[in-house]
C-alpha cells in the first residue's frame, strides 16, 4: 500500500499560483501512475492531471490545460503540481492518488491509494 502525504495548499488570488507536493513512501514509486484530483464542495471527485509511470505521458482536464503542470521526480518519491493562473472555479481539495497498470487510468476507480487532501482556495 501506497502511503500518499500532500503539501502545498493555501489561499492564494485569482491569478496567482501554486505548487502542491505529494511524497509517496511504502512502495516502488517509479511502478504508479500519479494523479492528482480535486473536489469542490458539492461536486463529484474529478481528475486535474495524470502522469505515467514512466512520466512519458501526461493527461490533463481541459479546464487547466496551458495552466497546470505535472511533473515527478522518481528518486525523489515525489510527484508536484504547478497550478499558475489560478482562477476561482479551481477551489477545492487536492488529492494525490496512486494507481497500478502499464497504461494509466484516468477515473477515481483507477487508482487504489490516495493522500489526505490539501485545500486550495481562489480568492476573487
Known amino acids: 500500500q501506497v502511503q500518499l502525504l500532500e503539501s502545498g495548499g493555501g489561499l492564494v488570488q485569482a491569478g496567482g499560483s501554486l505548487r502542491l507536493s505529494c511524497a509517496a513512501s511504502g512502495v516502488t514509486f517509479n511502478n504508479y501512475n500519479m494523479g492528482w484530483f480535486r473536489q469542490a464542495p458539492g461536486k463529484e471527485r474529478e481528475s486535474v492531471v495524470i502522469i505515467s509511470w514512466s512520466g512519458g505521458n501526461t493527461y490533463y482536464a481541459d479546464s487547466v490545460k496551458g495552466r497546470f503542470a505535472i511533473s515527478r521526480d522518481n528518486a525523489k518519491n515525489t510527484v508536484y503540481l504547478q497550478m499558475n493562473s489560478l482562477k476561482p472555479e479551481d477551489t477545492a481539495v487536492y488529492y494525490c492518488?496512486?494507481?497500478?497498470?502499464?497504461?494509466?487510468?484516468?477515473?477515481?476507480?483507477?487508482?487504489?491509494?490516495w493522500g489526505q487532501g490539501t485545500q486550495v482556495t481562489v480568492s476573487s
Open positions: 492518488a496512486a494507481g497500478r497498470g502499464y497504461y494509466p487510468g484516468r477515473s477515481v476507480g483507477d487508482f487504489g491509494s
